[in-house]
């Protein structure tokens, strides 16, 4: 899935024309005393109208609403999404054996900075299909089975995936 690029200006158009627009309707409202009326007498219609109790609280929402969603935009295109990979805090009988201890914590987390190795991923994904095999959702299993690379599909855990599928 490719992303698509915004500019770091994109706000310039839509200011530059909330300016034009602005800079029409005064010089209209200058030159004209029934536009000035005309005018007046929207703005008082459309306040009045957001003023009536069940308007003004969901015209209240939606603009807190899109003012939270655009803060977050932001945030997120100054910072990032925030994707972290956490590491399992449980080591391997290897692991223990070579003398690593146990987290104090069952769920503390380890942050990891890089992708985990491609082999955990792959072991991940096969885990999906055989869940899916265990609940006999043989459709959804071979869905995911699929789209597992050439490489991976000769994977031996794959490849007993692919006969369990097979039997009936």
């Known amino acids: 899935m490719t992303e698509a690029r915004v500019p770091n200006r994109w706000w310039v158009s839509p200011l530059l ?3 034009a627009l602005i800079i029409a309707v005064t ?8 536009a000035r009326e005309v005018l007046a007498k929207a703005v008082m219609m459309i306040a009045g109208a957001l003023a ?3 308007i003004l609280e969901t015209s209240v929402f ?10 977050n935009q ?6 990032g999404d925030g994707w972290v990979y956490l590491a399992q805090t449980e080591p391997d009988p290897a692991s223990i054996a070579a003398g690593a201890e146990t987290p104090s914590k069952r769920l503390e987390g ?15 994904r096969l885990s999906i299909a055989e869940g899916f095999l265990d609940l006999g959702l043989k459709d959804e299993a071979v869905e995911h089975l699929n789209l597992l690379s050439a490489e991976e599909q000769k994977d031996p855990r794959a490849v ?5 599928v097979a039997v009936p």
């Open 17 to 19: 024309f909330t300016l």
């Open 27 to 34: 010089a209209v409202c200058m030159s004209s005393e029934t």
């Open 52 to 54: 009536t109790p069940f």
């Open 62 to 71: 939606l603009i807190g609403l899109v003012i939270v969603i655009a803060l």
């Open 74 to 79: 932001w945030r997120m295109q100054k910072e």
């Open 110 to 124: 380890i942050i990891l900075t890089a992708a985990p190795d491609a082999r955990i991923d792959l072991e991940a």
């Open 160 to 164: 007993a995936l692919r006969q369990r």
